[in-house]
């Protein structure tokens, strides 16, 4: 039987990530911080509004271990 991927969600490159992949490895910035990390929370919280809370993680299992850490569970 011939089985064919399923994609969740098709690969896509824009052209700028390996640029930005090298600019982290290049400043030692691999982790959820550095400047374009900042960058992206800035733009993200004044988008939702100055008062929202805005993190960035290291994994999908680590926003749902925070989610369910804030939820109480």
């Not at 960058?39 to 008062?51: A, D, P």
């Amino acid at each position: 039987m011939n089985y064919s991927k399923i994609w969740l969600s098709s690969p896509h490159m824009g052209g700028n990530e390996q640029k930005f992949v090298n600019e982290a490895f290049d400043t030692n910035w691999v982790a959820a911080l550095g400047h374009n990390s900042n960058g992206m929370k800035k733009n993200i919280k004044r988008y939702l509004g100055n008062e929202s809370h805005v993190g960035a993680l290291s994994s999908g299992t680590a926003a749902i271990h925070l989610g369910l850490v804030i939820l109480g569970v």
